[in-house]
Structure formats: structure tokens, C-alpha cells
């Protein structure tokens, strides 16, 4: 071991004084050859011949001197760092040519290992759960995708089905209909708004999700009016306890109440991130499985986790079962059709496709890097053959050459990888601080080892790659006759190698800007949809009641009160309540019409709001016909409903809505007295159901309470003046909640949003690269043909021929390029119809687009070296031979 | 490089065995190391005397002898070896092996 360790030491001093020691080495059997000599000469030979006798004797001093430094370094060792030393130097001679290849590398490496990271994290890695490929996502089955009431289940159907499965572990649940911003904590520092999700007993137990500090919710703390208690978040338990060690069993005040700390959770587990992207949760409670919460109808999300050996689908068959019987021996409750997926499927599967996409793109901005820089490289090639034919001549072997340029291009790739791992852990970075978008698991996004590994693998294929083409060319041709000629010169096998090349990148371009341009419109499709509101100039504050206000009465005048000081600023043009916005969370109730007899599959259903009046104004909804609520409909008063347009042409086909009764569940009967234009609640893409709205001074079933405002004051302005005004009512009302409509928006848009904006500076990148090709080519050729272009100048050619000329090889190049990429594209586009929204995925604008966009880069790369050569001096090009 | 071989060819790693074996004598450089070689094989072992460096140096790497310039009898600059303890321990190794060995070619040979 020692000894190892002493080798290894005096190997070190040698290679830190190589070149010393080789010199002295060399001295030394120098010495000895003339000892020899003179030891002949001395015998009496003479001396010339002494010498020759001595050197046969003492055999290849070269060859010696080399086998001795063998000793010490290994032969390739030696030749790589020979290799290297050589490299730096060229590249530094070129320091251009070097960073700009670097630079393009780096962005290429930069941008697959960044989406590489999110797809890891995505799809690939399992969910930060204890054995999660085991968990599973329980739903109720539902016609309309996003129906939230749909989806979930009923308490008592769930114990049932929780009683009688064979195939689960166990199943656990949280409220789905938790609000955001639902409970306000109060002491220690200002009062907040935080969120709070009700959850089952097991339900922690269930995901493997350890207390960091204290203990799990007891069993007495999941009644029906137990005591009260909570987990916290990591992130609260830093934020507002200071990281209290000693927190567990602690009071603190939730809604004016003490309630006890149970535990804290570990940093590891976010909610929000699995269950809620976009949102952030705060705090845990316990949600009591009782009789009581029973009657509050759907209202429970679903998570199994599968018994060992139990597939999916014998789950969801056994679960099939289930529910048909737990449905029949419910007549009266809400039914159950569970709809089993994998929780990981359930939290990515709507982004499957387009990560996926993203992947392809990645992988073809790659390729294009790829064939630019083979480009690049080969083009060097050719200006260096000479210097290649010299080093052959002086003895490199061939191998040794083509190990020289597969050196030159790993060193290459490998700064551009080292730059583009700097590059991913920046974008990866950003990426996990893009908190406003509804995308899951994104916090949690980072380059991992799997991640560097990749970047790893992407560098060294990528040297290969593009080293491949030139180190080929060496391999291929007579280097001599390079030493003859004199110039640099270029084969015709050579041109054409780089002409597909080029091709080839516009092609991959096209297929880019072909996808991007498709999603861009889809985009601004979407914002352009008639979402029923103008969100412009429009904002809402959370302003619920304080607990103190629990008579109907009192709240109702907490809503006059609230609606009158905000109506009397200057500035508003219009104030109303509601208990939810659009786009957010949402429920629905069953809305027949009076008289009616509707089979179970026909039972008319729709999204409900309670609202005060002006809501719709504040809103900018449109009312068709009837008339808004006013603060006289009140409980004393006649129940009333709004209705929208599709449940009023559901319910009364042809008829006048106006008048008519609908059933309702919270106050029965109720007539309605308006109706009004559709309003997309649950996305943009998504066609509005039916919705119908109740007074909120007529229905006390509602959870939150948002108060719009619709202003064209600044925001800054009008929050600080709603402040002033609400607070002498209001005095809970937490700082800062006050967001523009547009926000609801933005996050609705935000995933769409994501990977248009990272497809299309893929596609920008692909373009620039692509343009870069041409001009490359383009101006190399018109620097080969500078002889050639005096000759016909001299001749009579006039610069615009000489132009035009240079101007249609472009052209050619780029034509050729956009066929190949055009039919590729259009059989490509094809899968992204799933993404697509009001454009077809052969959507003729985006194809002549992307084609006139090409045509145009490249004519841009094509003139200006073909300025370049019109100005050439027939003279001086004829001069230089 | 085949040509020339030795008189009689060194067995194989002998080379190394019979440098430090000289070196027992006092330190030496490359060129006194070859003659003695030959003078005290009586001429039969003749080494290629290049072939002495790599030895050399493989010998340095080990730690079994050290190198040191100096000046030669003549007034010559020369590299000087002496053996170092660890030189001396690997010497009587080596001694043994060869013992061995040739002791085992000996039987073969007698027994035919």
C-alpha cells in the first residue's frame, strides 16, 4: 500500500518536471555512448568507426529514451495531453471560431439537460412518496372533465368502499373543496390568510409522510367536534414560528380559536406541488368522517395505495364492482363510479404530450447543433488540410490524426458542456421559482447526478458527432495531394457532405417552427376566447366576513356595509361578492326545472355562484335578458336565480327562461329573473356548461368570500384605498391580497404557456443556427470561388449577376430544406393535435409563415456574402494564385 | 529493434536483478553498470546497453535505487545509482526467485 502510494509520488514529481528529466535522461545515454567511444577509440580504433559501433551497440537511443519515459507515463497518456496542448493551442488561435462553437454547444447541452431535469422530475422520478408506484388516484367518473363536484365522493360511500375493498392497503382523503386563503392566524405578528386542507385520519400515514417534529392527528381528533388541532407546513413552521423545536402541542389561534399543533412536516412534502399545482398549503386539519360532513354531498379526493402483487386493473375492476352495489345500497346518496389511475398519472398525465414533445424538440435542436458545428468543423478541415499532409509527411500516423480531431471536438464539447450544465442549473433554478405556474412537482425540479450524467453522455456523442465527419475526411483522402497543391482547397464529395448538412438543418428548423408556430397560435386562440368576463381592469380582495357575523342577518348587513363604502370611492365603477371566480375552484348542484321528470343519466347539473348584485357588472359578464340581483332580494323576499344562457336552453329549449322554476339545494324553489352570457369556469379551452348564480343574501352555503372590483385606478391605488376603507369593518383583512383579474387568467394559461414559450426559443434557436449553416456554406464557397467570380467579372459579369447567382445557390439550399422539413412536419404535427386549440395541425397560415419565415433568413444569410463577392476587385482575385 | 540480440539472451526480468546486484558494489553510473556486467560475466552477458535506461528507471520508480549526478573518474558529468535499503530487500527477493527457477530448470534438465 505504502509502497503504491510512494510510486504514485514520485510519478507526480516526475510529471511536474517532464520535460527536465526527459532533457537530462537524454544527457545521460549521450554520456555513455561517448564512454563508449573513447573506450574503443582508446582500444585503438578509429574514431569515426568507434562511434558507429558504439551506437549499433548501444541499440535506438530514441526509441530507449521514449521506452523510459514509458516507465514513468503512459504512451497514450503522453499523446493525449500532446493531443490537448495542441488543441488549446489551435483553438486559441481561432478564438472566435472557438467561443462561437462553445457558445453553440452550450446552449444546445444547456437546454436538453434543463429539459431533461423537468422530464426527470416529471415523468420519470417517482413522486416524493414512500413506495409511490403503489399509490393510486380514485375519482368518481364524470362526463365533464374539471367537474370537481363530480369527481369527488361522498363520505359515507367512501367508508363503504374503503370497508369492502380487497385490493388496498388502505384508501385516505382530503376536502377537495378547501379554499385558499381559508383561515386567517392570528397573534404572533400580523394577522394572514392561509390554506388549510381537512384530510383523513391516514391520510399522512398512508403517502409515508412522516411529522418532522410531534405526532400524526389522533383519533378523538377526527370526530365530528373534537378537539382542535393542526399540522403545519415546513415552510409556515420556519416562516411565522421561527423553527420552534418545541412547537408540537402548542396552541396557536386559527380563526380566533386556539387550536393545538400536532406536528410539523418535513420540507419534503408539498402538497401543493402534487395535488394543487400553482397553490401553496399551509397548514393540515383533520377531517372528520361523520354523519355531518356526509351531508355536505361530494366532497372527498381519493388516494389508495395498492396491497403488494394487485394490478390497476384488478383494482379498478374489484372497484367497478363496488360501486354498482355501494350505489344500490345508497338510493338516496350521490352514487359512485370510481375511475382508478396512478397518482403519478394523475399528477402528470395532462403533461405527458407535451413534455414529451419538448423532449423531441430538445433532441432536434441538438441534432442541428450537431450538424452546424460538423459544419463548422469540416470547413476548418478543409482550410487545414495542408497542415494535416505536413504532419503526415513528418511521421503522424493517420490513426493519430483522426484521434487529434475527435480530440479537438470533445474538448470542444466538453467546455460547451461545462458551460451548459452552468446553463441548466441556472434555467433549472429559475424554473423551480416559476411559483405562477400551474405545472406540478416544478418546485422540486433540479440536475440531479441523473441529470449530469445525461449532459455527460449528450457532450461526448455530441464531440463523436460532430468530429466524425472531418476525422472521416482525413481517413478518406490522399492527404499528398493536398501538399502539392498549393491553397486550401475543397473536394466535390466534401461540398456536398456540407450542403446536406445544411439541408438538413433547415429541415429540423422547419419541423420546429412548424410545432411552435402551431402552439403559438393555439395560444393566442386561447387568450382570445370569449371567456363571458373582461378581466381588465378588474381585481378581487378576499373579504370574509369575520366568525363574529354568523347570523344570516349580520352577514347580510356586513355585505351591505361592505358594498356601500366600496361603491362610495371615486374610481369604482362597479363592486360585487361571489364565492369563487372562475377558472379557480368550483362546484355543482343539481338544477331541474320545476315539473320535470329527468332519468339519472339526464339529471341536469350545473356549476354554481353565490353572488351579491353587481357581481355580474363587476365581473363584465354580459346580461341577456331580465334583470341583475338587488340588495332587496333577500331571505324575506322571493327566492330568485340567474341562470346562463346554455342551462336556460337545457332546461327551456325555445322557451322564455325568464319566470320559470328551477329546484335548487340551497332555499328550494327558485325563480328565475336573468340570464346571462356563459362564462368559462373551469379553462379556457373548455366550453362553458351550464351555471346558474344564487344571492348571496339568500343562501348562506358558501365557503369564501371574494369581493371584485372593477376599476381603472392603478392597483397599487385601489388596493391602498379598499384597505382604508374595509378596514374599520374589516379588521382581519390581511395586506396585500388584492389581484387583477388577469392573474386568473395567466395561472389558467400559465402550463400552455410554459411550453410555448420554451418550444418557441428552441424554434428561435433552431432558426438562428439554421441561418448561421447557410451562411457558413455560402460564404465559404464564395471565399473558394473568389478566382473563379474575378475570371467572370473580368469577363462582363455584372455584380447584379454575380449577386443573383450567389442569391439562387441559397435559395436552392434553403428550398431543398423546407420541402424535406414541410412533408416531415406535416406528418409530425399530427401528434400534436392533443395540444392544439382552433388551428388544425395543417394549418395553412403556419406552414407559409414558417416558409416565408425561412425564405427570408435565408436570403438575409445567402446576401451578404454575396455582397461580399460582387465587390470583389477581378484584379486582385486574379493576382492572388 | 530485433537485431543484435544478446550472446546469450537474458532471461527474462534478470536485467533488473543484476543491476542492483553490481550496485551492491558502491554507486555507479550507466556506463561503469554495463561494464561490469560483461567483465564479471566473463563477456558472455552482453546487454544492449540502451536497454539499461529503461531498467533504470523502472528500478528509480520502485524506490530500489536512487539517482544522483555527479562527477565521473574522468571529470565527467554522470549520473550516479546506489542502492537503497528497500534496493537491497527486493535484491535477496529476487536472488531467491532466481534460485528457484534455475534450480527447477536443473532438476528438468538432469532428470533426462
Known amino acids: 500500500m505504502n509502497a503504491t502510494f510512494e510510486r504514485l509520488r514520485r510519478r507526480l514529481r516526475y510529471w511536474l518536471h517532464q520535460s527536465e528529466r526527459q532533457r537530462l535522461m537524454q544527457e545521460e545515454m549521450q554520456l555513455h555512448l561517448e564512454a563508449m567511444a573513447v573506450d574503443l577509440i582508446a582500444g585503438g580504433m578509429p574514431e569515426q568507426e568507434a562511434r558507429a559501433a558504439a551506437r549499433r551497440k548501444f541499440g535506438n537511443l530514441m ?64 413522486l416524493p412518496f414512500k413506495d409511490a408506484q403503489k399509490l393510486v388516484w380514485i375519482a368518481n367518473k364524470t362526463k365533464e372533465e374539471g367537474d370537481l363536484s363530480g369527481q369527488t365522493l361522498q363520505v359515507s360511500l367512501f367508508l363503504d368502499l374503503r370497508k369492502h375493498n380487497k385490493s388496498f392497503l388502505d384508501i ?74 418545541n412547537i408540537a402541542g402548542k396552541p396557536i389561534t386559527l380563526d380566533g380559536q386556539a387550536v393545538t399543533v400536532a406536528g410539523v412536516l418535513p420540507a419534503s412534502f408539498d402538497f401543493g406541488s402534487v395535488f394543487a399545482p400553482g397553490s401553496h398549503i399551509d397548514l393540515f386539519s ?85 450538424a452546424n458545428l460538423s459544419n463548422l468543423l469540416l470547413a476548418r478541415t478543409a482550410a487545414r488540410q495542408q497542415e494535416m499532409a505536413v504532419r503526415e509527411a513528418v511521421g503522424a500516423g493517420r490513426y493519430r490524426l483522426i484521434r487529434q480531431l475527435l480530440t479537438e471536438s470533445l474538448v470542444v464539447t466538453g467546455c460547451g458542456a461545462i458551460l451548459g450544465a452552468a446553463l441548466a442549473i441556472l434555467a433549472t433554478r429559475g424554473i423551480t421559482h416559476l411559483t405562477a405556474f400551474n405545472v406540478p412537482l416544478l418546485s422540486s425540479v433540479r440536475v440531479d447526478t441523473g441529470a449530469l450524467g445525461f449532459t455527460l453522455l449528450v457532450a461526448v456523442i455530441t464531440g463523436v458527432l460532430i468530429g466524425l465527419a472531418p476525422a472521416l475526411q482525413v481517413a478518406i483522402r490522399p492527404l499528398t495531394a493536398s501538399l502539392v497543391q498549393r491553397g486550401s482547397s475543397e473536394t466535390r464529395g466534401q461540398t456536398s457532405v456540407r450542403g446536406v448538412l445544411v439541408i438538413s438543418e433547415i429541415a429540423f428548423a422547419c419541423v420546429l417552427l412548424v410545432c411552435a408556430g402551431l402552439l403559438i397560435r393555439s395560444f393566442l386562440h386561447v387568450l382570445d376566447v370569449n371567456m363571458g368576463f373582461q378581466p381588465e381592469t378588474a381585481a378581487s380582495l378576499r373579504i370574509d366576513p369575520d ?19 366600496v361603491r362610495t370611492m371615486r374610481g369604482v365603477e362597479a363592486a360585487g361578492l361571489a364565492d369563487g371566480l372562475p377558472l379557480g375552484h368550483n362546484r355543482s348542484w343539481g338544477s331541474p326545472a320545476k315539473g320535470q321528470v329527468y332519468t339519472p343519466d339526464n339529471y341536469p347539473v350545473s356549476f354554481v355562484r353565490v353572488v351579491s348584485d353587481g357581481y355580474i357588472k363587476a365581473m363584465g359578464m354580459s346580461l341577456r335578458e331580465g334583470r341583475d340581483f338587488t340588495e332587496r332580494d333577500t331571505p324575506k323576499s322571493k327566492q330568485v336565480i340567474i341562470i346562463n344562457e ?35 369556469h373551469i379553462a379556457l379551452e373548455q366550453g362553458s356548461g351550464s351555471e346558474m348564480y344564487i344571492p348571496i343574501r339568500q343562501c348562506q352555503d358558501w365557503g369564501t368570500l371574494d369581493l371584485v372590483v372593477r376599476s381603472r385606478l392603478p392597483i397599487a391605488v385601489l388596493a391602498s384605498s379598499l384597505d382604508a376603507q374595509l378596514r374599520p369593518i374589516a379588521p382581519d383583512l390581511p395586506k396585500g391580497g388584492l389581484r387583477p383579474l388577469t392573474d386568473l387568467v395567466d395561472r389558467a394559461v400559465s402550463p400552455r404557456r410554459f411550453i410555448v414559450m420554451l418550444l418557441g426559443g428552441f424554434a428561435g434557436f433552431a432558426l438562428v443556427l439554421a441561418s448561421l449553416g447557410i451562411y457558413g456554406v455560402i460564404s465559404y464557397s464564395v ?85 461580399r463577392a460582387s465587390r470583389i476587385d477581378p484584379i486582385v482575385a486574379l493576382r492572388v494564385t | ?41 566473463e563477456d558472455v552477458l552482453s546487454i544492449e546497453e ?29 549520473r550516479f545509482y546506489t542502492l537503497t535499503p528497500e534496493g537491497r530487500k527486493q535484491l535477496n527477493v529476487e536472488r531467491e526467485r532466481y534460485r528457484q527457477f534455475t534450480g527447477a530448470i536443473a532438476r528438468v534438465m538432469g532428470t533426462v
Not at chain 1, 490537448?84 to 483553438?91: F, K, S, W
Not at chain 1, 378523538?220 to 409556515?236: F, R, T
Not at chain 1, 361530494?298 to 375492476?317: D, E, H, M, W
Not at chain 2, 542492483?20 to 556506463?31: A, I, N, S
Open chain 1, 646 to 680: 346554455a342551462l336556460a336552453r337545457r332546461l327551456w329549449p325555445r322557451q322564455n327562461p325568464i319566470g320559470q322554476i328551477i329546484q335548487g339545494d340551497c332555499g328550494g324553489d327558485r325563480q328565475v329573473v336573468g340570464v346571462v352570457g356563459d362564462v368559462r
Open chain 1, 63 to 126: 526509441l530507449k529514451s521514449e521506452e523510459s519515459r514509458e516507465t514513468w507515463i503512459a504512451r497514450w497518456m503522453s499523446d493525449a495531453a500532446q493531443d490537448l496542448r495542441y488543441t488549446l493551442r489551435t483553438l486559441r488561435r481561432d478564438t472566435g471560431f472557438s467561443i462561437l462553437t462553445i457558445l453553440i454547444i452550450a446552449l444546445g447541452i444547456g437546454a436538453s439537460s434543463t429539459v431533461f431535469s423537468v422530464l426527470n422530475t416529471l415523468l420519470v422520478r417517482p
Open chain 1, 547 to 565: 366568525r363574529r357575523f354568523s347570523t344570516q342577518p349580520q352577514q347580510n348587513a356586513y355585505f351591505d356595509e361592505a358594498l356601500r363604502r
Open chain 1, 286 to 370: 383533520p377531517f372528520p368522517l361523520s354523519a355531518e360532513t356526509d351531508r355536505w354531498g361530494n366532497t372527498l379526493a381519493l388516494v389508495g395505495r395498492l396491497k403488494p402483487g394487485i394490478s390497476l386493473q384488478r383494482a379498478q375492476a374489484e372497484a367497478s364492482v363496488l360501486g354498482v352495489q355501494i350505489t344500490k345500497a345508497h338510493p338516496k346518496k350521490n352514487g359512485i363510479d370510481p375511475k382508478i389511475v396512478s397518482l403519478s398519472q394523475h399528477v402528470a398525465g395532462k403533461l405527458r404530450l407535451p413534455l414529451i414533445i419538448l423532449a423531441c424538440a430538445v433532441g432536434v435542436v441538438m441534432l442541428i447543433v450537431c
Open chain 2, 50 to 78: 540502451g536497454s539499461l535506461y529503461p531498467a533504470l528507471q523502472r528500478l528509480e520508480l520502485n524506490g530500489w535505487i536512487d539517482g544522483e549526478w555527479g562527477v565521473s573518474a574522468n571529470n565527467r558529468r554522470a
Open chain 1, 172 to 245: 385516505a382523503a382530503y376536502f377537495a373543496f378547501y379554499g385558499v386563503g381559508d383561515t386567517v392566524l392570528t397573534g404572533n405578528g400580523e394577522s394572514e390568510r392561509l390554506s388549510n386542507v381537512p384530510v383523513s385520519q391516514n391520510f399522512f400515514p398512508l403517502l409515508g409522510v412522516q411529522p418532522q417534529i410531534g405526532r400524526y392527528f389522533s383519533p378523538e381528533e377526527c370526530k365530528w367536534n373534537g378537539p382542535k388541532a393542526v399540522m403545519l407546513s415546513h415552510g409556515l413552521w420556519e416562516r411565522r414560528f421561527g423553527s420552534d423545536p
Open chain 2, 1 to 41: 529493434m530485433g537485431k543484435q540480440k544478446q550472446k546469450a539472451d537474458l532471461l527474462p526480468g534478470t536485467l533488473d536483478m543484476l543491476v542492483l546486484k553490481t550496485l551492491t558494489r558502491g554507486h555507479l553510473h550507466g556506463y561503469a553498470i554495463a561494464q561490469l556486467i560483461q567483465q564479471l560475466s
Open chain 1, 783 to 867: 471565399g473558394r470561388r473568389t478566382q473563379e467570380i474575378g475570371v467572370r467579372m473580368a469577363l462582363g459579369a455584372s455584380t447584379g449577376t454575380v449577386q443573383r447567382h450567389i442569391v439562387t445557390q441559397t435559395l436552392a439550399l434553403a428550398a431543398a430544406g423546407m420541402a424535406a422539413g414541410i412533408v416531415v412536419a406535416l406528418g409530425l404535427a399530427r401528434w400534436l393535435s392533443g395540444m392544439l386549440f382552433g388551428v388544425s395541425y395543417g394549418d395553412p397560415l403556419t406552414f407559409l409563415g414558417t416558409a416565408a419565415v425561412l425564405l427570408a433568413v435565408a436570403l438575409f444569410a445567402g446576401y451578404l456574402p454575396a455582397r
